[in-house]
């Protein structure tokens, strides 16, 4: 009897122990099923190394010239298109990704870019890409008695006029920055107001040693790269890719990306529009508000750009640094009555501004 009955615990047992595992195995699945795909590290880094595989066997292809010359170029902005879709993957899952992999992941898309960059001029037509001025308005000729501006000195007329059908000088505010292939940088100036147009798409633009200045950007823009600004006020159109920016203070930021992110800055004011949470790094005394900058043909560039609608991530703000439950106190949102209006660069030109 006693054997039995102790048979028949060790049976009970088992069982208990068997449904235990069973049930522990039910909620692994359905915590499986039921997580987003995106949130996991592995799951980014198969989608990734798919698409970027797809993009260097494509590259490989056209300079082995196995693309056909007449689809050539429909060829390149395919690939081109699929270096957008990475940028984007990478965005989406910036919140969640340790630093490491968002940094390799954004090493890798910059180096796509080149070897897009470098196969593009050499199967296809070189085209320059440059950011212009709007054309300004003519202003009355001179009087002979005036002195004319020099190129050496790029002095203003007695009247205040300058002599534009003469050329600018470079280092001039309304001076448009030389053409080069597909990258742009506006440094190293200080009271000044800077007006650019994209013309081409897939542009990247890098502002960088500003100190009181203003800067328009009306267009599309890829990457967008801001470093060392000081008391300044930034109106950016829509940039597919992302926005990285580092050494801020005292400023006014106005962006739309699908990904920006904030380091070792302060007391700086941003108003955006983003598809993922913002990121700040070593930041403090920031503020955020929604986007607020217009001009002719925004809306079309915002639509092209998948940023039409205001996502309400502007106050989502992720502070990579604070990691207690409680908000992070480095940011804030900016009060109602404290907000600018929406800044309307549609007719503003690039002229000094001197303070």
């Not at 079309?300 to 750009?305: C, G, K, S, T």
Request: glycine fraction near 4%.
């Amino acid at each position: 009897m006693l054997e039995r009955k102790h048979a028949e615990r060790l049976e009970r047992l088992a069982l208990i122990n068997k449904n235990r595992l069973e049930g522990s195995s039910i909620r692994k699945s359905q915590a499986a099923d039921s997580s987003d795909p995106r949130e996991s590290v592995d799951v980014f880094l198969a989608a990734f190394g798919q698409k970027r595989e797809v993009v260097e066997k494509g590259l490989a292809s056209a300079l082995a010239n196995e693309v056909e010359p007449t689809h050539i170029k429909r060829h390149l902005d395919d690939l081109a298109l699929e270096v957008g879709a990475l940028e984007k993957l990478v965005a989406d899952a910036s919140y969640f990704l340790p630093a490491y992999d968002v940094r390799s992941s954004q090493t890798t898309i910059l180096k796509l870019k080149d070897d897009l960059e470098s196969a593009s001029s050499q199967l296809l037509p070189k085209k320059k890409f440059s950011f212009r001025n709007k054309a300004a308005k003519k202003v009355p000729a001179p009087s002979i008695e005036e002195k004319p501006t020099t190129l050496e000195t790029g002095q203003v007329k007695p009247n205040g006029l300058q002599d534009t059908p003469q050329p600018v000088p470079a280092d001039s505010p309304a001076a448009s920055l030389p053409e080069i292939n597909n990258r742009e940088r506006i440094q190293g100036k200080e009271n000044m107001v800077f007006v650019r147009d994209a013309d081409v798409l897939g542009a990247e633009l890098t502002l960088s040693n500003l100190n009181k200045c203003k800067v328009y950007l009306r267009g599309r823009l890829t990457t967008l790269y801001i470093d060392s600004l000081r008391n300044c006020q930034i109106f950016v159109g829509p940039v597919t890719g992302s926005v990285f920016i580092e050494n801020v203070e005292n400023s006014t930021l106005v962006l739309a990306s699908h990904q920006i992110r904030i380091h070792s800055t302060k007391s700086t004011d941003f108003y955006v529009r983003v598809r993922s949470r913002p990121i700040v790094e070593y930041t403090t005394k920031n503020r955020f508000a929604p986007y607020a900058f217009s001009y002719l043909g925004i809306e079309e560039d915002l639509r092209a750009a998948n940023l039409a609608e205001e996502t309400g991530l502007w106050e989502k703000v992720d502070d990579f640094r604070w990691l207690r439950a409680v908000p992070s106190p480095n940011w804030t949102s900016v009060p109602l009555k404290e907000r600018i209006h929406v800044e309307d660069g549609s007719i503003v030109t690039g002229v000094g501004c001197d303070e």
